[in-house]
């Protein structure tokens, strides 16, 4: 977190020279599952700086890059869920260059009144989430890379455990329940409108959920 400050102050300081009537803006698009993160970098941001007026916006990471390639929106920082949608979307025309600044890992999230909670293990996770009674949630792969990323744990799955057709079983599953970013899911869950989620391991554990 302490390198993430840092490289705002920096960029601040690099920017102010070339956007002097903005100054004391700092305009951030971020991925959704990156609010809780830059909510404390930000709070510790403006400690350190309390003149500057950060401004952020959570959407998909392809969104975010879209309301900069498509709306010609001003931002400052974009900071993807996944680092290639910078590379692909934004460098050359848009950015000089991209930092890595962590990894996550993908996981199925659920709690206690989720059908099925009891009983879903390594062995049977795809046999759980198809059971009629049990709904899923995913998000959009067109907006956000835990969507495609989602497809990409299904067609995984397949290989891995053998099961011809498993990915498009899963993928044409409660595709009423898929949504522009993956922490759009978070209040569906916790109001039992559905059981499990296909969401980032920090996300989850930033929520407490199991």
């Not at 962590?102 to 046999?127: C, K, L, P, T």
Request: overall charge neutral.
């Amino acid at each position: 977190m302490s390198k993430l400050i840092t490289l705002l102050t920096v960029f601040l300081l690099l920017n102010s020279c070339s956007n002097s009537n903005k100054k004391n803006n700092l305009i951030i698009f971020h991925a959704g599952s990156l609010s809780i993160p830059f909510k404390e970098i930000v709070k510790k941001f403006n400690i350190e700086n309390p003149d500057i007026n950060v401004i952020m916006e959570a959407a998909g990471s392809r969104k975010c890059a879209r309301k900069i390639t498509d709306l010609n929106k001003e931002c400052d920082i974009m900071a993807s869920a996944d680092y290639k949608v910078i590379d692909n979307l934004l460098i050359p025309h848009y950015a000089s260059w991209n930092i890595k600044f962590a990894g996550n890992e993908m996981a199925i999230v659920y709690h206690e009144s989720s059908r099925q909670s009891n009983s879903i293990n390594v062995n049977n996770w795809f046999d759980i989430l198809l059971k009629d009674d049990v709904i899923f949630g995913r998000s959009n792969p067109n907006f956000d890379p835990c969507g495609y990323r989602t497809i990409l744990v299904a067609e995984l799955a397949e290989k891995y455990y053998n099961i011809v057709g498993l990915k498009d079983s899963l993928m044409t599953k409660d595709v009423n329940f898929v949504r522009p970013k993956e922490v759009d899911l978070l209040s569906l869950l916790e109001s039992d409108i559905i059981d499990y989620i296909f969401l980032y391991r920090s996300v989850a554990e930033q929520h407490w959920l199991k």
